[in-house]
Every structure is written in structure tokens, then in C-alpha cells.
């Protein structure tokens, strides 16, 4: 028998409106912590891998840790972190 997903896990997953569509959005985080990449959503549907030094509409990531990535955007540092956090 497979297991069954918890509860909590399934609410999470499931919740409405906690991404917005025509924001850029963390999906995940992945990789070793010293060349951490990420999973992103941008504007228009759009998944991309991203990782130091990459440019996205949005900005270019200037790092990634566990709390999200970081974008230089119009010369501020902006956190993206996972939606729902």
C-alpha cells in the first residue's frame, strides 16, 4: 500500500491564491549549500533554473541560502522567499 500524503502536507499544497501569477516566485530550493540553484516561476507561466550571477526579468540573483533567492533590483537587494513562509 503507498503511503497516504498527511494532512498537513495536502493543506499546504492546496491553498488558494498564494502564489501570484504575474510575480516572480520561489518554487525550490536545491543543491549544496555552497552552490545552492533555484527553481523559479516567473511572470507569465515561465520555469527557470537560476543560480549566482543569473539575470531574470526581475533582477539579477546575487545569492542563494536557505531563506530564498536574493535579487539586485534598481541597486536594492530584494528576498524572494518560498510562498507561504
Not at 510575480?23 to 543543491?31: D, H, M, N, Q, Y
Amino acid at each position: 500500500m503507498a503511503n497516504a500524503t498527511p494532512s498537513n502536507v495536502a493543506a499546504m499544497a492546496t491553498k488558494k491564491k498564494i502564489v501570484d501569477r504575474n510575480e516572480t516566485v520561489l518554487i525550490g530550493l536545491f543543491g549544496p549549500t555552497t552552490r545552492m540553484e533555484a527553481l523559479m516561476r516567473l511572470p507569465g507561466g515561465r520555469i527557470r533554473t537560476v543560480k549566482n550571477g543569473t539575470s531574470i526579468l526581475s533582477g539579477r540573483v546575487v545569492a542563494i541560502d536557505e531563506r530564498g533567492v536574493h535579487l539586485l533590483r534598481r541597486g536594492e537587494v530584494v528576498l524572494i522567499g518560498m510562498p507561504g513562509t
